[in-house]
């Protein structure tokens, strides 16, 4: 059945995460899901502004807390998974972090109507690359944050689930100051551009 083009639905977008989804320190207009809801839209989609379910310092199980306090739409056309900076900033397992990350990943394919496709794993950023890190062991923080990344990056494939990798341009931030907020840490907005034209691209591919 088509439907006529003033019946149909703007598309909807459940972004899932942490500090990095809801943009700390920038305004929420700036963070990557409101981008790439605006980039979509330059593209000619109808876009509902992005749902998120998000908050500074969740943990993968803090993550799974939060969704299960949160009332839902029946399922959305895109949703994107970027979760496990706090994991690896407190010190938590990353065998335990597998566990969580793949029963999140199932919900989130769970939201998409059963469409691994259009469901995006977006792979942590190196915080250790920031001004904040300064005095920290960075080299340390990069190898913790790749094998977290290894680790979401090899069960989004297990479930067919496209992966946009954002974490070596992220790296860039320890010669470009532009690129993180006035706190030091958190990406700026053009940070979050980059993450933006990325996921938005992906999700061109599907849409057109």
Request: hydrophobic share 35%.
């Amino acid at each position: 059945m088509f439907h006529t083009p003033e019946k149909k639905e703007p598309l909807t977008y459940l972004a899932l995460g942490d500090s990095y989804t809801i943009g700390e320190g920038v305004p929420i207009y700036e963070s990557f899901p409101y981008q790439t809801v605006q980039l979509l839209r330059q593209q000619g989609l109808d876009v509902n502004a992005a749902e998120i379910v998000a908050k500074t310092g969740w943990t993968t199980d803090e993550l799974e807390n939060g969704i299960n306090k949160t009332q839902f739409k029946k399922q959305y056309d895109f949703v994107s998974l970027l979760i496990g900076v706090n994991n690896q900033y407190r010190g938590r397992k990353p065998d335990e972090y597998a566990i969580q990350f793949e029963n999140l990943l199932k919900k989130a394919i769970v939201f998409s109507g059963n469409k691994p496709g259009n469901v995006f794993v977006i792979s942590i950023p190196d915080w250790g690359a920031t001004p904040f890190a300064e005095g920290r062991d960075r080299e340390k923080i990069a190898t913790e944050i790749d094998a977290f990344n290894n680790i979401n990056k090899k069960i989004a494939s297990q479930y067919n689930v496209p992966y946009i990798e954002i974490t070596n341009g992220s790296r860039d931030a320890i010669s470009n100051g532009a690129l993180v907020t006035k706190d030091k840490l958190h990406p700026s907005a053009l940070e979050y551009k980059k993450w933006a034209e990325k996921l938005a691209s992906a999700m061109l591919k599907i849409k057109k």
